[in-house]
Structures are given as structure tokens and as C-alpha cells.
């Protein structure tokens, strides 16, 4: 059972253009949304974050927006650099999931990741 | 710049040889996550820890899979025996005791199992 799902493999864009990278997830629970980019031969590496009580983030070049009503996200990226070509993975957990009184950090749920390529 | 560390990066044997896959997860941090990167599941949970004590390790083969935390500062996931569905990339990663804090990945094992 996939509980986060990005069922796009993989994405190319132009230099300069948007990159929009999308993630569903089905798990009502999830509170607490991720985006992890990932080089080849490196682990991933938090790129942005956002909240269940929020619908936007935005970080630079990079935001995400998150429709609870619809259990989907997405990652903008604007503009699109060819450094950005990676392998981008969502993923989502429930902190109230794994309150223990000691630390709010969940299970981590990702998706299978989007290959991004940035032409120049 | 603290990091995840994991060892071996790479690792090639022979069906039914036992395999340990060792972390030191960053001083400090109290969850421990070991996940498996295949192209069909992307990043698959196998077992996570919090303050050493094992929370869920449900993704994982049960006959051949196990994960413990001999202390604060090593991980370990082993196979045995292993097989050749077993080749894979496997990352640790740990987490601070801060609400929502985000994980901090090793550079991965690569497991080739012949």
C-alpha cells in the first residue's frame, strides 16, 4: 500500500522555466509534509518543508504547496537551473502518530521520487 | 558539519553470506531510520528507533532482516542469508529530538548480492 505516491517518474524542463513536481498522498493522518532532493552515489538531502495548517511555503526558488482537501503537493521550482537536476522525493508523516512526550520525529513516509532534468 | 555515516559504501557477495551494514547516526540525534532504495518502491522503510528501542520495523523480512542499536553511536542492519533481491541501496538516517525537524541521510550502502 502506497501511502505517498508520485506518479510522475520523470520531468524535463528548460533552463529558466517552472518545474512543478507533484505528490499524492492518501494517508488522512499526515501532518507534516517533506521534499527531499537527491544526487547520484549521495544520500538525500530536506530541501523545504510545510505544515498541515498551512498551504504554502515558499524558500527561495523553492515552494511548496500543499490541498488537504484533494491529499496533494507539489514543489515549484522557479527558475529552473540545470544544478537542480536530481531525483526529488516527497514525503509525508503523522506527528501526532508518534507522540511519545519525547520527540515529535514520525515514521517518515517518501514516495518512489521524480527524476527532474534542467536542460540548459 | 555533522553527517550520517555509513559503512561499507559498497558491497558485493555471494547469495546466502550474511551482510552487516553499519551507521553512526549524528551525535545527539534519537531516532534512527534504515530505508532501502529500489526503482520500483523509492525509498522503502525497513526499521526505525527512537532512544535505541526499536518503534517499527515492519518493512522489513523478518527471517532475514534485523536491525538493533548496540549503543547511541551504531546502528546496525544485517541479512542473513542473503539474496540476490536483497541488492539494493540501503540509507540510515537519524533525527534530533526537535519537533519536525527534518532527517539527515548517510551516503547509502549499494548491496550487490550475485
Known amino acids: 500500500d502506497q501511502q505517498v505516491k508520485q506518479n510522475s517518474p520523470s520531468l524535463s524542463v528548460q533552463e529558466g522555466r517552472i518545474s512543478i513536481l507533484n505528490c499524492d498522498y492518501t494517508n488522512s493522518m499526515f501532518d507534516y509534509f517533506l521534499w527531499y532532493k537527491k544526487y547520484p552515489a549521495e544520500g538525500p538531502t530536506f530541501l523545504i518543508s510545510?505544515?498541515?495548517?498551512?498551504d504554502k511555503n515558499e524558500d527561495g526558488r523553492f515552494t511548496v504547496f500543499l490541498n488537504k482537501s484533494a491529499k496533494h503537493l507539489s514543489l515549484h521550482i522557479v527558475p529552473s537551473q540545470p544544478g537542480d537536476s536530481a531525483v526529488y522525493f516527497c514525503a509525508s508523516y503523522s506527528a501526532l502518530a508518534s507522540l511519545d512526550g519525547s520527540s515529535n520525529t514520525g515514521k517518515l513516509i517518501f514516495g518512489q521520487g521524480t527524476t527532474l532534468q534542467v536542460k540548459p | 558539519d555533522a553527517r550520517v555515516t555509513q559503512t561499507p559504501r559498497h558491497k558485493v557477495t555471494e547469495m546466502g553470506q550474511e551482510v552487516t551494514m553499519r551507521c553512526q547516526p549524528i551525535l545527539g540525534h534519537n531516532t534512527v531510520f534504515w530505508y532501502r532504495q529500489t526503482m520500483m518502491q523509492g525509498l522503502e522503510l525497513l526499521a526505525y528507533f527512537r532512544n535505541r528501542a526499536p518503534l517499527d520495523d515492519s518493512g522489513m523480512p523478518k527471517d532475514r532482516f534485523s536491525a538493533e542499536m548496540p549503543d547511541a553511536t551504531l546502528a546496525t542492519l544485517k541479512i542473513q542469508p542473503s539474496e540476490p533481491r536483497d541488492s539494493a541501496v540501503y540509507f540510515c538516517?537519524?533525527?534530533?529530538?526537535?519537533?519536525?525537524?527534518?532527517?539527515?541521510f548517510g551516503n547509502g550502502t549499494r548491496l550487490t548480492v550475485t
Open positions: 538516517a537519524s533525527g534530533p529530538r526537535t519537533e519536525n525537524s527534518p532527517l539527515h
Open positions: 510545510i505544515s498541515s495548517i498551512k
